[in-house]
């Protein structure tokens, strides 16, 4: 983050004097190259480097929670009830840093790129207003993004109900009955108690 900032604050200063010398007409080639590179290479790069920052903070879980709405979310990963979320935070089955984003963005091809246009939605809700009412998810929460890491895990797969009856299993795998069904709630919220 910090060289981008410095990098971006060293085209700038240059940008000011090639534009500067620009005024009084640019003699040489070299000066030319230079307004090139300063006015044309320098800010793809300056860009570059501020698309991926915000790429990795956009999957951070102070990003998720800094927001007014969002904060309880974020508070519920430490409640100490049995809500789904908090044990998955508090026992290390995802990563804690970026908690939200793996919770929250399906695996399937453009699934993270989809996860980011929906989170800069979030932040226009909240900067530009049209947020309104309950907050919800897109779309109902997919088994396929709870079976990646527990559909092939023996503690998954060795819990008689998840067994009983065997079809129950082929069912869960094919989206006809949802794991919130059992595992509700995701988030707990010291409120509603």
């Not at 009830?81 to 091809?109: K, W």
């Not at 997919?142 to 065997?166: I, K, T």
């Not at 069912?171 to 988030?187: F, K, M, N, Q």
């Amino acid at each position: 983050m910090t060289w981008i900032l410095i990098l971006g604050a060293i085209a700038i200063i240059v940008l000011l004097l090639v534009l500067r010398r620009t005024a009084k007409a640019m003699a040489t080639r070299q000066e030319r190259l230079l307004a090139l590179v300063v006015m044309g290479i320098l800010p793809i790069f300056w860009l570059g480097g501020a698309v991926q920052y915000t790429d990795g903070a956009m999957k951070k879980v102070e990003f998720c929670t800094s927001c007014h709405v969002m904060e309880r979310y974020g508070e519920s990963l430490h409640a100490d009830e049995d809500a789904l979320a908090a044990t998955h935070f508090q026992n290390n089955r995802v990563d804690r840093e970026n908690a939200c984003y793996v919770c929250h963005t399906s695996y399937v091809a453009f699934g993270g790129v989809k996860a980011k246009i929906r989170g800069l939605r979030h932040v226009q809700a909240q900067y530009l207003g049209g947020h309104e009412g309950e907050i919800a998810l897109y779309e109902p929460y997919s088994n396929s993004d709870c079976l990646r890491c527990h559909g092939d895990a023996r503690s998954f797969l060795e819990q008689e109900w998840h067994n009983d009856p065997p079809e129950f299993l082929d069912e869960l795998r094919a989206g006809d009955v949802s794991c919130l069904e059992c595992h509700e709630p995701a988030h707990y919220f010291e409120d509603e108690s």
